[in-house]
């Protein structure tokens, strides 16, 4: 089968340190490396401003020395996902909603990622497993959303994705179906005629949930192509990290929300504190900063443009307030 023209923007990926040294001027660290792999589309690339060692898209992918430092508190599975499976590839934390783990990869590595050291192995998808998926959600009449997530779930195919969502339709307590990705962040190319057929193809309601953590992320292509979303009826909203050095000041917080608000239809919906996984402690924003930043935002933008400053506790039934 020929590789649609998203699948070509994504091939054109960096994976080796000397590539993406000789294209940023920069210096990846090689243990960094080895303990999670660089995994950066050009796409991604193309919106770093060369030898600018602090560029907030540099950062989030650039690996280095802190990485590899233990820091005490930074674990391997910091959310207990593991504890919260009920089968492979299902997780069920929240009583009204299901998360399927539809793929391990990303379409990028982001070096925070709280999933960096997640078994992916162990929640393997195949066919029959998601049998056994649908089964649970039919048996659980108080699951209302199921949210396809990974890894990234729009890198798995539209064919996969859409028998899913057909089957996931047949269950008449399931009213959303919602896809938490950041693929389209860098390649809007996605979101093609294949994709908008299965999502909102079905009589659930369709919702984005992006992952965006600075306004530079944002270009015209991407606005355009969530302009659209939105009027087809994709309801969009955004969840950030907060994160050291890239997006901890209350002005480029503020940019971002007036950004994806006005340029791309999509709400801001959550920040959320870093989950403390091993390999990331260098991100980690103090808990007094990120509340003072809440209330400074709170000063500058309307009530509907702050996004809910969370964190994730495992046990909890839902995700908490700082
Ligand atoms: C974050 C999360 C959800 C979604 O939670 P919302 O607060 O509804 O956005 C669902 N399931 C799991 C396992 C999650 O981690
Ligand atoms: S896209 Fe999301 S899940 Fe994938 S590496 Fe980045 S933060 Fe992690």
Known sequence: MSKKPWQKILAETINDLE???????????????????????????????????????????????????????????????????????????????????????????????????????EHRTGQQQWQKALEYIAEHPEINEVVFSGGDPLLAPDNILAKLAQKIAEIHHVKTLRIHTRLPV?????????????????RLKPVMVLHINHPNEIDTK???????????????????????????DAQTLKTLSEKLFFDCDILPYYIHALDKVKGAAHFEVEKS????????LQGLLAGYLVPKFVQEIPGENSKKGL
């Not at 860098?186 to 079905?202: A, L, S, V």
């Not at 900063?289 to 400074?296: T, V």
């Open 289 to 296: 900063q990120a509340l003072q930043l809440q209330q400074e």
């Open 19 to 121: 590539t993406l040294a000789k294209l940023l001027q920069v210096q990846p660290h090689e243990l960094a490396h080895q303990s999670f792999p660089l995994k950066i589309p050009k796409a991604w690339i193309k919106k770093i401003e060369k030898g600018n060692a602090q560029d907030p898209l540099l950062r989030q992918i650039l690996p280095v020395a802190e990485e590899v430092t233990n820091i005490p508190g930074f674990e391997l599975d910091p959310l207990k996902e593991r504890e919260a499976s009920p089968i492979p590839g299902l997780l069920h934390k929240y009583q009204s909603r299901v998360l399927l783990i539809m793929t391990g990869i990303c379409g990028i590595n982001c070096r925070y990622c709280f999933r960096r050291n997640f078994p992916y192995e």
């Open 186 to 202: 860098f390649i809007p190319e996605r979101c093609d005629k294949d994709f908008f057929q299965w999502f909102t193809g079905t």
């Open 222 to 248: 991407l606005a355009k192509k969530m302009r659209s979303l939105k009027k087809r009826g994709i309801s969009l909203l955004n969840q950030s990290v907060l994160l050291k050095g890239i997006n901890d």
